[in-house]
Nanobody, 117 residues
Framework: QVQLVESGGGLVQAGGSLRLSCAAS????????WGWYRQAPGKQRELVAA???????NYADSVKGRFTISRDNAKNTVYVQMNSLKPEDTAVYYC???????????WGKGTLVTVSS
């Protein structure tokens, strides 16, 4: 089992920045990929950014050039730095951990990001 706890959400004006953190615990040795997803009201959950155990990253087109995902192995924490935020970035952001071998997915409870215009 893997436990994930997100933090860092809040209210920010358009153009501002936030950094979200995802603290992981448990059997994280089995995790091959980490991701940040978001879900806006009335919309489906979507992938925002992902990073593999090898360090490869992937971003949604809507956040490329503005968001950066990273991880600190020593702290068992994954981050997403969000710059130049837009009102359309408003959503609950969820941390995800994926075990490619078992195909298990683990989720945090989410943190709310609200971007005002």
């Amino acid at each position: 089992q893997v436990q994930l706890v997100e933090s860092g959400g809040g209210l920010v004006q358009a153009g501002g920045s936030l950094r979200l953190s995802c603290a992981a615990s448990g059997s994280i040795f089995s995790i091959n990929a980490w991701g940040w997803y978001r879900q806006a009201p009335g919309k489906q959950r979507e992938l925002v950014a992902a990073i593999t155990s090898g360090g490869s990253t992937n971003y949604a087109d809507s956040v490329k050039g503005r968001f950066t995902i990273s991880r600190d192995n020593a702290k068992n924490t994954v981050y997403v730095q969000m710059n130049s935020l837009k009102p359309e970035d408003t959503a609950v952001y969820y941390c995800n951990a994926h075990d490619i071998g078992s195909r298990d997915d683990y989720w945090g409870k989410g943190t709310l990001v609200t971007v005002s215009s």
